[in-house]
Nanobody, 120 residues
Framework: VQLQASGGGLVPPGGSLRLSCAAS????????MGWYRQGPGKQRELVAA???????NYADSVKGRFTISRDNAKNTVYLQMNSLKPEDTAVYSC???????????????WGQGTQVTVSS
């Protein structure tokens, strides 16, 4: 299973970005999909997660500004980031909890990180 993330970049404060992460390979089903970030000198933290049924969970610091969504048919998760702040600067990574066969267990798979820099 491979996860390909895209959409990072440099944006001024108050700007917007949309991240995408597509899962591919041998996939039977995907449970949770989510975005994590690690800022300079900080530990990795959960930004937002979404279940296969559409239930969402957000870090308090991004509530009201970020929106997570997914397209189950495309095995893709998105993160719409609005009203970006300098403190949102980080490497953003996606994670999917995947079952590769009917009788297999769910395992975590990670995509490569994408840099988001919020600066004027």
């Amino acid at each position: 299973v491979q996860l390909q993330a895209s959409g990072g970049g440099l944006v001024p404060p108050g700007g917007s970005l949309r991240l995408s992460c597509a899962a591919s390979g041998t996939i039977y089903s995907i449970y949770d999909m989510g975005w994590y970030r690690q800022g300079p000198g900080k530990q990795r933290e959960l930004v937002a997660a979404i279940t296969s049924g559409g239930s969402t969970n957000y870090a308090d610091s991004v509530k009201g500004r970020f929106t997570i969504s997914r397209d189950n048919a495309k095995n893709t998760v998105y993160l719409q980031m609005n009203s970006l702040k300098p403190e949102d600067t980080a490497v953003y990574s996606c994670k999917a909890v995947v079952k590769t066969a009917r009788g297999s267990r769910f395992n975590d798979y990670w995509g490569q990180g994408t840099q988001v820099t919020v600066s004027s």
